[in-house]
């Protein structure tokens, strides 16, 4: 009976380039005909099952420490699972994830898995926003710049909020400050929630703008 085994696929991250895996198997030492075997979950695209012979790389009076350094994942293969096969006291034995089965053939599931990403998975971010000083300003509670468009029921500026009470805080009020802004050194805003009238709109692009060249008027 195994009491002892461990698995360490070295990275915890998904991959967008082809690079290879370096994947550490611990076993008794007495373990025998270790197997490592992939192939493609959602086998929507072509890929063959690997079934890779894995060398022991060292050795001590009770493990045996396998490695085996794995570089024929194929960009389009999203989601890769593996299990590791070895022959041990007669019989045949596979690690998945969760756990050892001792069966002639492989497990129908509970192999590991890999997500290994494509390039549509991945975040790009646009270059302007590497050197942005973020401010975030909840518009409705930062600055009331036009009384003439509160909602109904807005309360004196300065009332304790509550999750449903309004101040009338606006884009104007927002305007009316890029100036304080600008001198804190802030070069990009994050607005959330926008509200139209007490109501959450949906994304929408606004743009602002000076009006007048070297003045303190904005426009939006
Ligand atoms: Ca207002």
Aim: proline share 7%.
């Amino acid at each position: 009976m195994i009491t002892s085994y461990y698995h360490d696929p070295a990275i915890d991250v998904t991959l967008t380039e082809p690079k290879s895996l370096d994947i550490r198997l611990k076993l008794p030492a007495h373990a025998r005909d270790v197997q490592f075997i992939a192939w493609n979950k959602a086998r929507r695209e072509p890929y063959r099952t690997e079934r890779l012979k894995v060398s022991r790389w060292a050795e001590s009076e009770r493990y045996a420490y396998y490695r085996i350094n794995w570089t024929c994942m194929e960009p389009s293969v999203r989601y890769l699972q593996y299990t590791f096969k070895f022959s041990m006291n007669g019989g045949t034995l596979w690690l998945n994830e969760d756990g050892l089965h001792e069966a002639d053939e492989m497990p129908g599931k509970g192999a590991f898995e890999f997500p290994y990403g494509s390039d549509r998975d991945a975040v790009h971010s646009p270059s302007w926003i590497r050197d942005r000083v973020w401010y975030q300003i909840f518009p409705e509670r930062f600055r009331n710049g036009d009384p003439a468009n509160d909602p109904e029921g807005t309360l004196p500026w300065g009332t304790p909020p509550t999750r449903d009470n309004m101040m009338g805080g606006d884009i104007q009020g927002i305007i009316d400050k890029l100036d304080y802004l600008k001198e804190l050194g802030v070069n990009a805003l994050y607005l959330n929630p926008v509200l139209r009238r007490n109501r959450i709109i949906n994304t929408t692009r606004w743009t602002i703008s000076r009006s007048t060249r070297n003045s303190a008027h904005w426009k939006i």
